[in-house]
């Protein structure tokens, strides 16, 4: 097995407005040598300034999602180059709140990874699946139908980072048992390994959902679990800080 530097990414969604900024410059001061890698995801609005606030620092900053196109009469969208043009070097493609609210499909997310890929950015794939399919007992071959259908051909290991975000933990405050977690992480894994043979080692494997400062270290300790995707709690960077120590720790 390759040796994974985790990462703490965070996804503030909808969230954020030029006062926030703070946080990050906070942030970036509270961890001048972290254990970890560093990702903040602010709105699109936020992006340049964050990235000029984040500049020397270990904090990188990513996008939210991007257009499969390159450029072109699609208004309101963005693209995965104007994304690095403005100083990102990640983006969060196929979010459960883009599949649901905009109806993204994994044919759909997968060329906003391969349009990110191109770009130069690390994709960050989501996937998750709902409360009703993991009571009907379909997690497995939800996750693996999105996981087929989402991430691109041809990977990198330093490109890719697939996100495991049950829909239903996903600010409820509700988490998956360790057991559950470990079940989906090794799962993915087995079906990187089995399409990409060793490329796939090096594809961080991040769990989001509900995570916070009190429950950040037992999941950090399952196995396959290289890290988290964070919304809500990665919004102040104390708490933020507090999931960040727990991945160091881990
Ligand atoms: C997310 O939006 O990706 C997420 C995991 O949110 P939260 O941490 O608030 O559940």
Known sequence: MSQRR???AGNWKMNGLQAQLDEVAALAGAHTDPGCDILICPPATLLSRMADRAAGSFVAVGGQDCHPALSGA????ISARMLADAGASHVIVGHSERRTDHGEQDAVVRGKAEAAIAAGLVAVVCIGETLEQREAGE????IGTQLAGSVPDGIDAASLVVAYEPVWAIGTGKVPTLGQIAEVHNFMRAGLVARFDRAADGVRLL???SVKPSNATEIFAVSNVDGALVGGASLKADDFGGIIAALERA
């Open 6 to 8: 985790k990462l703490a």
């Open 207 to 209: 769990y989001g959902g």
């Open 139 to 142: 997690t497995l071959r939800v």
């Open 74 to 77: 699609h208004t309101g969208d």
